[in-house]
């Protein structure tokens, strides 16, 4: 069956489709994650507040979407990430409603995978699809449409695990080549993972 994709800003989805990206990114990332004492909608919430409030991107990111009806069950997405020079203030109501821990590891991790795009770079932040939808071809055809976004002389960018090699090999197939391979010690205690793999495409 074709999929139809939807391609829309960040801040032009609904409040039910904001939810419908983080919650499918939160479940096909789940070990990345990972805490025993918060519930999915809990973690939801703290991402959502951390995008609004904490995201350094000045420019919202872009969300390559498929649905089956109302249910979001594909999601790739696209940032064009500037250094905002506002000072970020800690976001201690997040930590008096959560706890510290959670919402530090919170911050750290998203602090070791921030990238910033040079240029006509786009980057990838993520591409999720769900369980119940794997090996249909979504990830490919998201990827695909993403490429087709890129005019001559862009490119597109973006960081895997070095040991998915599910999704390394998807990578390769769709024209992207391994630029550097890179060790982050501090995504070992974090996410499991401290070999990543930087992957390039260009048009």
């Known amino acids: 069956m074709k999929r139809k994709i939807a391609i829309a800003d960040r801040d032009q989805l609904s409040e039910r489709e904001k939810r419908g990206v983080f919650c499918l990114l939160l479940t096909s990332f789940s070990a990345k994650f990972a805490s025993n004492r918060l519930t999915l909608k809990e973690k939801v919430d703290i991402l959502l507040y951390l995008e609004q409030h904490y995201a350094s991107q000045k ?13 979001i069950i594909g999601v790739l997405t696209i940032s064009e990430k500037t250094m905002d020079s506002r000072k970020k203030n800690y976001p201690f109501e997040l930590s ?30 993520n591409v999720a699809v769900h369980e119940r939808y794997q090996r249909q071809g979504i990830a490919k055809v998201l990827i695909l449409a993403a490429q087709a976004e890129v ?33 982050v010690l501090i995504l070992r205690f974090l996410a499991n993972e401290p070999n990543w793999l930087f992957m390039e495409w260009s048009r």
């Open 59 to 71: 420019k919202s990111p872009v969300d390559y979407i498929v649905k089956d009806q109302d249910e």
């Open 96 to 125: 008096k409603k959560y706890g510290f821990l959670p919402i530090f590891k919170y911050l750290l991790m998203l602090s070791a995978l921030e990238y910033s795009p040079q240029g006509r770079e786009q980057y990838i932040e």
């Open 151 to 183: 005019k001559t002389g862009g490119k597109l960018s973006l960081i895997v695990s070095a040991n998915n090699q599910q999704a390394v090999g998807l990578y390769l197939k769709c024209g992207f080549s391994i630029v550097k391979k890179q060790r």
